[in-house]
């Protein structure tokens, strides 16, 4: 069977059915983290297999790619997004970094850039939108209703020994993971989950029927239960965050005015939620006992390091993958006994990719990667006026999870993160999908 001699319509489906199976894999493949070092070429990198199989697919299949490869390819964010690239090989040339750990180092926040690429080759249809959305709200139900009743069956997080437990406690050890390897994992999920829900409920409000706002707002009682259950403070924080902003940036719509008004309500909750669980909660205690104190505070230990590396080389930064990103790590960077010297136990990460933007980039590539999502921002801000209900919904949600998808980098991995990162460029590759090829839905038709 020669799949590359498809025709175009059948080649597509199938390159879709592809794309489901990997929002669908990279959702639950962490589940089997336990076995990476039994089967680590089996498990580990199937989800990266299968994206490289999809990509390899539509570039050579006559009909998606080859001769009309530039032209589906052009979009707003090229120029934007090329720049920070070659900036990034400059700086590996200029400070000396082996090829391959600057190409992980850029590749952890970029690998799925190529499923923009895949999209962009691809026709997008809304009913495939829509079967898009009901698999990731369904397995954030799913995930959500398995987490709430880890912490009632006090099941503790994975991937730990018992000895290296401090607290099997709810708030420490016992927090919502899900199918995940974290519950700050599970938390940006739900997020995603969440967003999509409410925006769409928003977009379709005079549409969706009575039943269904019914069993979405049910679906989202039970997420929100669980997001508070993961105890994920990085999570909350971006949710309020993208609420506000989106509320500010929207004012002059009444409707969007009402997630200003949520975003300060939820700062409200977080804020007795957080003092009435350092009362009660003696685990989310103990796992908040630094947090205040900027001596013993690991994220602040964090910084102070990366600032002292900065300092080495603040223009042009001391180069991809050689500070902060699990590149770093993997290659055993020299610049790590910076935070071996000042963190009370050994890092496996730098839990902030912010701080890694900025020290492995310097002054000219944070600038350049802040133009990169500017770009983005900007030209999505313009979608989210289209007569084209989908456009606007994808687009909006694009912004706001951007926002969240930000703001979670100050404080986690989330931009090198598969369950987090794939969701931002899967729907930002769509709604650029949209625009290059002037995909008009009408009113009628919802997704």
């Known amino acids: 069977m020669n799949i590359f001699a498809y025709p175009k319509e059948k080649a597509n489906q199938l390159a879709l059915t592809g794309v489901l199976l990997l929002v669908f894999w990279t959702t639950i493949n962490l589940l089997f983290t336990r076995v990476w070092s039994i089967f680590p070429g089996v498990v580990g990198y199937l989800g990266e297999a299968l994206l490289v199989a999809l990509l390899g697919y539509v570039l050579f299949h006559p ?54 690429i895949i999209v962009l080759m ?21 995930q959500s209703v398995v987490g709430i009743f880890q912490v009632i069956l006090g099941i503790p997080l994975p991937l730990h020994n018992m000895e290296e437990r401090r607290s099997v406690a709810i708030g420490e050890e016992i927090r919502a993971f899900g ?115 900027f001596e013993r505070n690991y994220r602040v230990l964090m910084a102070f390091a990366g600032l002292q590396v900065f300092m080495f080389s603040p223009v042009i930064g001391v180069g991809p993958g050689m500070f902060g990103s699990n590149a ?49 921002f900007r030209w999505m801000f313009k979608l989210s006026d289209s007569v084209n209900p989908a456009v606007r919904w994808l687009s909006v949600f694009v912004i706001t999870y951007g926002i969240a998808f930000l703001l979670m980098g100050l404080l986690s991995t989330a931009w090198e993160n598969h369950p987090l990162s794939i969701f931002f460029w899967l729907f930002l590759g769509i709604v650029l999908n949209w625009h290059q090829n002037n995909r008009h839905v009408t009113k009628e038709e919802s997704v």
């Open 63 to 116: 009909e998606l790619g080859r001769k009309h490869i530039w032209t589906k390819l052009k979009n707003p964010i090229n120029f934007s997004f090329l720049l920070f690239v070659a900036f990034a090989f400059v700086s590996m040339f200029l400070n000396n970094v082996p090829f391959a750990q600057g190409i992980f180092g850029l590749r952890a926040l970029f690998q799925f850039v190529l499923l923009v």
């Open 179 to 293: 199918f995940m390897d974290s519950s700050n994992t599970l938390a940006g999920f739900l997020l995603v989950a969440v967003l999509l829900i409410v925006l769409y409920l928003f977009m379709y409000r005079a549409e969706v029927p009575k039943k269904h706002k019914v069993i979405l707002l049910s679906m989202l009682a039970v997420m929100l239960l669980a997001l508070t259950l993961t105890f994920s403070r990085q999570a909350f924080l971006a949710l309020i965050g993208c609420l506000g902003l989106i509320g500010l940036l929207f004012r002059h719509n009444k409707t969007f005015r009402i997630m200003l008004i949520t975003s300060v309500g939820l700062g409200v909750l977080f804020v007795i939620g957080y003092g009435l669980a350092l009362l009660f909660l003696e685990g989310f205690a103990q796992r908040n006992f630094y947090t205040f104190d």
């Open 122 to 142: 691809l026709d997008i249809p809304t009913t495939w939108v829509k079967k898009l959305f009901y698999l990731i709200i369904g397995m954030a139900f799913v």
């Open 328 to 376: 770093a790590f993997v290659f055993d960077s020299p610049f790590h006994q910076f935070m071996y010297d000042m963190l009370p136990v050994l890092m496996t990460t730098v839990d902030n990719n912010a701080l890694a933007v900025f020290v492995e980039y310097g002054v000219i590539g944070t600038v350049l990667f802040l133009f990169l999502f500017w770009s983005i």
